[in-house]
T-cell receptor
């Protein structure tokens, strides 16, 4: 999940297992939520997004779950592969209600896939 | 290919110098953003622009300046007033409202 400080939380999973990365947010006005994957030395890559009128959205091997009651977001990756190793960021903003679509980013979770 | 191009990939600055980081997009996106990323941390918003000739400060604008004279370009100047400029700088752009921001591959700025 999100944390403050210089040490990224790390999730280690075996290849082929499912991964679940969690994120908590505090702004109840946020209505747009997004997950990015960042590989070393590169910019964040869009994975999947979800709007506040939904609680689940699926993509290819990924599912995002949104629980607005407890302000919690999770990213599930099915059948995790070595190429999934990266830092994963959640971000949230007020896309539907204006605000310039500014996003607030979490500090990230390092996913390590073990062979 | 459509995308966001940041240059240079690595940049070195001497004390007291201003440096300008380039960001160009050919996605026809209206909105553009600049973020700063420090080791082991998330992205923090420096400046953003929703339309040509208009821009707003983000959360950490002090010591930075931007311009938006063309839709496809959003250069960031790191001024000498920025006392801790060493970081990874990321530019993003967005099409329609409530669409995801897409990022370039960043510029790493270091102090000599």
């Amino acid at each position: 999940g999100e944390s403050v400080g210089l040490h990224l939380p790390t999730l280690s999973v075996q290849e082929g297992d499912n991964s679940i990365i969690n994120c908590a947010y505090s702004n109840s006005a946020s209505d747009y939520f997004i997950w990015y994957k960042q590989e070393s030395g590169k910019g964040p890559q869009f994975i999947i997004d979800i709007r506040s009128n939904m609680d689940k959205r699926q993509g290819q091997r990924v599912t995002v779950l949104l629980n607005k009651t407890v302000k919690h977001l999770s990213l599930q990756i099915a059948a995790t592969q070595p190429g999934d190793s990266a830092v994963y960021f959640c971000a949230h903003g007020r896309g539907l209600t204006g605000g310039g679509n500014k996003l607030t980013f979490g500090t990230g979770t390092q996913l390590k896939v073990e062979l | 290919d459509g995308g966001i191009t940041q240059s240079p990939k690595y940049l070195f600055r001497k004390e007291g110098q201003n440096v300008t980081l380039s960001c160009e997009q050919n996605l026809n996106h209206d909105a553009m953003y600049w973020y700063r990323q420090d080791p082991g941390q998330g992205l923090r918003l420096i400046y953003y622009s929703q339309i040509v000739n208009d821009f707003q400060k983000g959360d950490i604008a002090e010591g930075y300046s931007v311009s938006r004279e063309k839709k496809e370009s959003f250069p960031l100047t790191v001024t000498s007033a920025q006392k801790n400029p060493t970081a990874f700088y990321l530019c993003a752009s967005r099409g329609r409202a409530n669409q995801p921001q897409h990022f370039g591959d960043g510029t790493r700025l270091s102090i000599l």
